[in-house]
Each structure stands twice: as structure tokens, then as C-alpha cells.
């Protein structure tokens, strides 16, 4: 049974940190594109950032490049978002989701198995 169960969010000021996990099992996550996705209220899901297998292509939404890093840890079937930096414009319910696709895509319908999520609010 495939299944994808995201962690680490919470509660933050401006500027503070997080650290999101994404733990697969069921498959293998190192054959799959895995992204990461948010949604805040009101507001349609959007892709934040995505990664292939091996790492070769990783891809970022400009609203978060230089302050948020994707990375994969194959031998734990994880993936892992490091937000720095953070804004209250980044406050939303975060997904983890796997790729049907070899390659990064930012629709939501290219992604096949999607985590329940996980709440991040930065709020002073």
C-alpha cells in the first residue's frame, strides 16, 4: 500500500525555521518524482518544489528560491523541505505528493498518491 506521510510542520515567527519530512513506504521513493505542494485558504494547491530521481533536477517556485531546499534521502524513503526564511505569505497546509512522471511537473494532476498534509503558519 502506497503511502506518503508528511511531518515536522507548525507554528513560527517571520524568519524562523522548519524542517518538513516526507516518509514513503509501499515503493521505492528513489524510482519517483516526489514534489511538494501547499495550499492556503481560499487559495488553489501549487507546486513549491520538486525533485527527480538522482537528484537531477530539482525545481523551485520563485516565490521560495534561496530560501527553501529539497533533498532526498533514498536510503531512509524520505524527502525533506527546509524552509528558512520564512513569510506569512508561506502559511498553508503542505502535501507531499509522487510523480507519475519522470520529470518535474507543477500540475496536481501529474502527481498520483498525495500525504494528508501538514500545517505551517507563520504569524508574528
Known amino acids: 500500500q502506497v503511502q506518503l506521510v508528511e511531518s515536522g510542520g507548525g507554528s513560527v515567527q517571520p524568519g524562523g525555521s522548519l524542517r518538513l519530512s516526507c516518509a514513503a513506504s509501499?515503493?521505492?521513493?528513489?524510482?519517483?518524482?516526489i514534489g511538494w505542494f501547499r495550499q492556503a485558504p481560499g487559495k488553489e494547491r501549487e507546486v513549491v518544489s520538486c525533485?527527480?530521481?538522482?537528484?537531477?533536477?530539482?525545481y523551485y517556485t520563485d516565490s521560495v528560491k534561496g530560501r527553501f531546499t529539497i533533498s532526498r534521502d533514498n536510503a531512509k524513503n524520505a524527502v525533506y523541505l527546509q524552509m528558512n526564511s520564512l513569510r506569512p505569505e508561506d502559511t498553508a497546509v503542505y502535501y507531499c505528493?509522487?510523480?507519475?512522471?519522470?520529470?518535474?511537473?507543477?500540475?496536481?494532476?501529474?502527481?498520483?498518491?498525495w500525504g494528508q498534509g501538514t500545517q505551517v503558519t507563520v504569524s508574528s
Open positions: 505528493a509522487r510523480g507519475n512522471y519522470l520529470y518535474c511537473r507543477d500540475s496536481t494532476a501529474a502527481y498520483g498518491y
Open positions: 509501499g515503493f521505492t521513493l528513489d524510482r519517483y518524482v
Open positions: 525533485i527527480t530521481t538522482s537528484e537531477r533536477t530539482i
